[in-house]
């Protein structure tokens, strides 16, 4: 292998035949060329990490994932730039192996949920509000961004049975990814939130309500005009101008 490797390292033609040549016999060399490959990612140029993201992609699987996993451990930026590009050109693995990654000490996170990303259609929103709520804060939103994207109306449900978590910044993301579907039903499992003791539950809800079509629980909202904290009485003010109810004064008045 370290022939071949080699051999690439020094082409300045990637879709040369002779590259091509060596990237194929590499490729039939099989799971025991990954390591090898890997490490010459770190100072392969542009032309040689082309040819050997390809030798990585085709040769990884669920059996051989753990290779890569190491590399994405102990190898540097260039490592795991190189092995998240071969992992997001491949599926010949279990997408899960990338959830449990995640969770891996000192892996690079980055790099994983590049791959995650990049392969979003092949999760369930179940499988990844699991893999979030295991994940400190930078790696939540990333989780959430991605869910975000992948929720349909058939997740309402999913999401919404989580809206009485005790993960205050988890809540705070449901809130916001429900607030895509303008429906009635969304309002109804919203308006509980804007009873809860977090001031960050209130101003969130108030804030995914103000994107939401459709006519709001006017009562409801006059009465956060008196809550203990500004924001979400300033939050609770621009809803009611939003929604420009006519029956706004008489519920001030009341």
Request: net charge neutral; charged share 25%.
């Amino acid at each position: 292998s370290d022939r071949l490797i080699t051999q690439i390292k020094s082409s300045n033609e990637p879709l040369g035949a002779e590259t091509l040549k060596a990237v194929a016999k590499l490729k039939d060399l099989g799971p025991g060329a990954i390591e090898p490959t890997i490490e010459a990612l770190a100072d392969a140029d542009k032309n040689a990490t082309v040819a050997l993201v390809d030798v990585l992609s085709t040769l990884v699987s669920t059996k051989t994932f753990p290779q890569y996993l190491k590399g994405l451990v102990e190898g540097g930026p260039r490592i795991s730039a190189g092995i998240a590009w071969a992992l997001t050109s491949s599926r010949n693995y279990a997408p899960q192996l990338l959830l449990e990654a995640l969770q891996t000490k000192g892996v690079s996170k980055s790099a994983i949920l590049e791959v995650i990303q990049a392969q979003r259609d092949r999760f369930s929103v179940r499988d990844l509000l699991q893999a979030a709520y295991a994940q400190e804060a930078n790696e939540k939103a990333a989780l959430f961004r991605v869910i975000g994207e992948i929720a349909t109306v058939d997740s309402i449900q999913e999401l919404a049975s989580r809206l009485d978590g005790k993960d205050a910044i988890a809540r705070m993301h449901i809130i916001n990814i429900l607030s895509r579907f303008s429906q009635p039903q969304v309002k109804q499992l919203l308006m509980p939130q804007l009873k809860d003791p977090n001031k960050m539950i209130r101003s969130a809800t108030l804030a995914a309500l103000a994107r939401m079509d459709g006519p709001i629980d006017v009562p409801a909202i006059c009465q956060l005009l008196r809550d203990s904290e500004i924001d979400v009485q300033n939050r609770a003010i621009d809803l009611l101008i939003r929604a420009n109810d006519p029956d706004t004064i008489q519920h001030l008045l009341g």
